[in-house]
């Protein structure tokens, strides 16, 4: 999975927004594959976003945000009658979020890029399998991972989306599962797939669906990842804080993937990263910024 010369090692797919957090605090940059390819550039892969935003102040906010970090926006659109999407308090209890749905969800297949452009991974985040046109675009993107000469990663967001409707859920991720070679989520998303399953039985429920690894992050910041058969733990270091932005364990466990590293070291490496990340949006700036 190594990209080709002149390839990338990430072509991400999916919605980019603004979190917003209770009070006048300044919004920070949101969507699940806005901030995963804002953390795989400051790991230094060679990222691009494939993704829509509003021709309006947040969206000028989102591309700014992944131009500092070099992320190539070739593919990242306006959509000049639509607002860029905006989540208020997406990390708070379920009662407190609200999201004002836009420019992201209209991603269609056909805007995705030619397969000429190849990619080590494609990386696509669950918020996108939400509504048309942007769930074809979505499953599109994973089915052709591999025409790319490369692998598909699915990020599960079911507790953002769907805690309401667990039977919902599993319907419209199955297709998805089906097509990804490794997928991501986090505990709260397991509880609303499986209910009471715990951490080993619900990466073992989802590698059942498809996927050949499937990496989870508990609340601590500990990791399970599941390679095959294979079972590995990857605790987090008890004397720091747990992780605070979701986003960073699994956008660094997939860069080492795309790179090659072990499934094991790739978790292990991705829990560090994760409880190193000061706050949430703030990915660590490249050497090279």
Same mark, same amino acid.
């Given at each position: 999975?190594?990209?080709?010369? *002149?390839?990338?090692?990430?072509?991400? $797919?999916?919605?980019?927004?603004?979190?917003?957090?209770?009070?006048?605090?300044?919004?920070?940059?949101?969507?699940?594959?806005?901030?995963?390819?804002?953390?795989?550039?400051?790991?230094?892969?060679?990222?691009?976003?494939?993704?829509?935003?509003?021709?309006?102040?947040? *969206? #000028?906010?989102?591309?700014?945000?992944?131009? #500092?970090?070099?992320?190539?926006?070739?593919?990242?659109?306006?959509?000049?009658?639509? %607002?860029?999407?905006?989540?208020?308090?997406?990390?708070?209890?379920?009662?407190?979020?609200?999201?004002?749905?836009?420019?992201?969800?209209?991603?269609?297949?056909?805007?995705?890029?030619?397969?000429?452009?190849?990619?080590?991974?494609? $990386?696509?985040?669950?918020?996108?399998?939400? $509504?048309?046109?942007?769930?074809?675009?979505?499953?599109?993107?994973?089915?052709?991972?591999?025409? #790319?000469?490369?692998?598909?990663?699915?990020?599960?967001?079911?507790?953002?989306?769907?805690?309401?409707?667990?039977?919902?859920?599993? %319907? $419209?991720?199955?297709?998805?599962?089906?097509?990804?070679?490794?997928?991501?989520?986090?505990?709260?998303?397991?509880?609303?797939?499986? *209910?009471?399953?715990?951490? #080993?039985?619900?990466?073992?429920?989802?590698?059942?669906?498809?996927?050949?690894?499937? @990496?989870?992050?508990?609340?601590?910041?500990?990791?399970?990842?599941?390679?095959?058969?294979?079972?590995?733990?990857?605790?987090?270091?008890?004397?720091?804080?747990?992780?605070?932005?979701? @986003?960073?364990?699994?956008?660094?466990?997939?860069?080492?993937?795309?790179?090659?590293?072990?499934?094991?070291?790739?978790?292990?490496?991705?829990?560090?990263?994760?409880?190193?990340?000061?706050?949430?949006?703030?990915?660590?700036?490249?050497?090279?910024?």
């Amino acid at each position: 999975m190594t990209p080709m010369n *002149g390839g990338l090692d990430w072509l991400a $797919v999916g919605d980019a927004a603004e979190e917003r957090a209770a009070g006048d605090s300044p919004g920070i940059l949101g969507g699940g594959a806005a901030r995963l390819v804002a953390h795989a550039a400051a790991l230094r892969a060679r990222t691009a976003l494939v993704a829509k935003v509003g021709e309006d102040d947040a *969206g #000028r906010r989102v591309r700014d945000a992944l131009e #500092r970090l070099r992320v190539d926006l070739r593919w990242l659109r306006d959509a000049p009658d639509l %607002r860029t999407t905006i989540w208020h308090q997406p990390d708070g209890e379920p009662q407190l979020r609200r999201l004002e749905r836009g420019a992201d969800l209209a991603l269609r297949l056909d805007e995705l890029p030619s397969i000429s452009v190849r990619a080590a991974l494609t $990386v696509v985040s669950g918020f996108s399998l939400s $509504v048309e046109p942007a769930r074809s675009a979505a499953i599109g993107a994973l089915t052709d991972a591999a025409a #790319r000469a490369g692998r598909s990663a699915l990020l599960l967001e079911a507790d953002l989306l769907w805690w309401t409707n667990a039977r919902m859920a599993r %319907r $419209v991720l199955e297709p998805a599962l089906a097509a990804a070679d490794s997928v991501a989520l986090q505990a709260a998303d397991a509880r609303v797939l499986f *209910g009471t399953a715990d951490g #080993r039985q619900a990466v073992r429920l989802l590698a059942d669906l498809g996927p050949r690894l499937v @990496y989870l992050a508990e609340p601590d910041g500990s990791v399970l990842v599941r390679d095959g058969r294979r079972l590995h733990t990857c605790p987090a270091d008890p004397t720091q804080d747990a992780p605070r932005d979701r @986003y960073a364990g699994p956008a660094a466990f997939w860069v080492a993937v795309a790179r090659r590293t072990a499934p094991r070291t790739a978790a292990a490496d991705s829990v560090r990263y994760a409880q190193s990340v000061r706050r949430a949006g703030a990915p660590r700036q490249p050497a090279h910024a």
